[in-house]
C-alpha cells in the first residue's frame, strides 16, 4: 500500500517570488508519482509526472519536480510564480504494477500575493 | 490528450431522491474508471474502481448499496447516489486510465451534489 504526506496545508508566497510545494510519500513496491493542479470548481487537471527515467521533471509552465528515492519525496518547485498559479496542487501516488489506483495527499492551497 | 467528461456538472435534489452521474471517455475506451468524492478544501478520497462488464470495487467505508456503479460500456460509467441525504454533497470526480501502460489517469470536471 502506499500513502502521500503534503505536510503544508497551504503556502503564501509573494508574485514573482520562488515557491517548493512539498510531498513525501511511502510504499513498499516501485512508485509512479504525479502532481495535480485544482482550480476552484473544477476538475484535476495534469500539472507533471514521473514514471522513469530523469528524476527531475518540468511542466509547460515552469513547474518542475525532482523523483528522490533516498528520501521518498517529489517536491513541487516553482523559480518565480505568478498570480494566475493560486490554486489547490494535490500531489498522488499509484503503485508501478499498472493497477492505476491513485492514492492523493491533502493537498496544499498555494496562494499568490501581489 | 485524453478526455473525461461528467454530466451533470451541478445537480441540486431533496433529501431521499437519487442522483445519477455519468462519466464518460471521450476520446478513448476504459475498461475501468474510478469515483472520488473530495469534500470541501479537503483531498480526493477513492470511492471504488468501476469495470466494464463486472462488479464494482469499493474502497474500505464505501456503501456499496448507497453508491451504486454501473459501467455499461466501454466509454461510460455511472454512478447513483441512492436516498440522498445532506451528509451526501459533495464534490464527485472520475478518472480514467488510458491504455499503454502508463499508469496516467485523465480526470472529469467534476459534479457538484447539493442535497437539501
Known amino acids: 500500500a502506499q500513502s502521500v504526506t503534503q505536510l503544508d496545508s497551504q503556502v503564501p508566497v509573494f508574485e514573482e517570488a520562488p515557491v517548493e510545494l512539498r510531498c513525501n510519500y511511502s510504499s513498499s513496491v516501485s512508485v509512479y508519482l504525479f502532481w495535480y493542479v485544482q482550480y476552484p470548481n473544477q476538475g484535476l487537471q495534469l500539472l507533471l509526472k514521473y514514471l522513469s527515467g530523469s528524476t527531475l521533471v518540468k511542466s509547460i509552465n515552469g513547474f518542475e519536480a525532482e523523483f528522490n528515492k533516498s528520501q521518498t519525496s517529489f517536491h513541487l518547485r516553482k523559480p518565480s510564480v505568478h498570480i494566475s498559479d493560486t490554486a489547490e496542487y494535490f500531489c498522488?501516488?499509484?503503485?508501478?504494477?499498472?493497477?492505476?489506483?491513485?492514492?492523493f495527499g491533502t493537498g496544499t492551497r498555494l496562494k499568490v500575493l501581489a | 490528450g485524453a478526455v473525461v467528461s461528467q454530466h451533470p456538472s451541478r445537480v441540486i435534489c431533496k433529501s431521499g431522491t437519487s442522483v445519477k452521474i455519468e462519466c464518460r471517455s471521450l476520446?478513448?475506451?476504459?475498461?475501468?474508471m474510478f469515483w472520488y468524492r473530495q469534500f470541501p478544501k479537503q483531498s480526493l478520497m477513492l470511492m471504488a474502481t468501476s469495470n466494464e462488464g463486472s462488479k464494482a470495487t469499493y474502497e474500505q467505508g464505501v456503501e456499496k448499496d448507497k453508491f451504486l456503479i454501473n459501467h455499461a460500456s466501454l466509454t461510460l460509467s455511472t454512478l447513483t447516489v441512492t436516498s440522498a441525504h445532506p451528509e451526501d454533497s459533495s464534490f464527485y470526480i472520475c478518472s480514467a486510465p488510458t491504455s499503454g501502460g502508463a499508469s496516467e489517469q485523465f480526470f472529469g470536471p467534476g459534479t457538484r451534489l447539493t442535497v437539501l
Open positions: 498522488a501516488v499509484s503503485g508501478a504494477s499498472g493497477t492505476y489506483k491513485y492514492i
Open positions: 476520446d478513448f475506451q476504459a475498461t475501468t
